[in-house]
């Protein structure tokens, strides 16, 4: 997990604005996620990719916008739409989604903040 | 339905104690169950995983036995200590974006 790295570690959001967050990983990995993590709960998963240039809604993807240009990147954007967007977000990726490359090992997280 | 269930929410132990979490699902696909270490304000770590061909798997001081009959796992983690206090997610796949996570138990170790 030490290959996938993120930033900022802390984003302040003011009011209105769009904010990206960046998640880079060296592992060669096909597939990658995005998740929240809300205080004292559990993994929420957002968007996730399984191939380059290709994306897919998880279950709280409102109010979030995902690009999947190089397989090596997979950056989050908090658009103005999502309300509540206070969070500890956790990137993620794997080698696949099928038997034997699917465990996922994570970034170090960006905790975001709106002021 | 898809989600997993975790127990307890929260477990204090006291130093050298063994605890024991269990996870249930419901999806009998599933194949694979992870479990993740998680300390505060740190990523989530793998730190033992079991496929649903095997039974129990061990390595040192933590195990993880599976129970496909009854649709359940557990994580053991043996001769607690103080380090060990931390968040720890079940999850269960097939796996990738099907991995789902159950809702964590706070370990507290007390020394």
């Known amino acids: 997990d030490g290959g996938i790295t993120q930033s900022p570690k802390y984003l302040f959001r003011k009011e209105g604005q769009n904010v990206t967050l960046s998640c880079e990983q060296n592992l060669n990995h096909d597939a990658m996620y995005w998740y929240r993590q809300d205080p004292g709960q559990g993994l929420r998963l957002i968007y996730y990719s399984q191939i380059v240039n290709d994306f897919q809604k998880g279950d709280i993807a409102e109010g979030y916008s995902v690009s999947r240009e190089k397989k090596e990147s997979f950056p989050l954007t908090v658009t103005s739409a999502q309300k509540n967007p206070t969070a500890f977000y956790l990137c993620?990726?794997?080698?696949?989604?099928?038997?034997?490359?699917?465990?996922?090992?994570f970034g170090p997280g960006t905790r975001l903040l709106v002021l | 339905g898809e989600n997993v269930e975790q127990h307890p929410s929260t477990l204090s132990v006291q130093e050298g104690d063994s605890a024991v979490i269990k996870c249930t699902y419901s999806?009998?696909?599933?194949?694979?169950f992870p479990w993740y270490k998680q300390e505060l304000g740190k990523r989530p770590q793998l730190i033992i995983d079991?496929?649903?061909?095997?039974g129990e798997k061990k390595d040192q001081r933590i195990a993880v036995t599976l129970n496909k009959t009854a649709k359940h796992f557990s994580l053991h983690i043996t001769e607690t200590q103080p380090e060990d206090s931390a968040v720890y997610f079940c999850a269960r796949g097939p796996g990738g974006f099907k991995t789902i996570f159950g809702a964590g138990t706070r370990l507290f170790v007390k020394a």
């Open positions: 079991i496929r649903s061909n095997v």
């Open positions: 993620a990726s794997s080698i696949g989604v099928g038997q034997g490359g699917e465990t996922q090992y």
């Open positions: 999806d009998s696909a599933s194949n694979y």
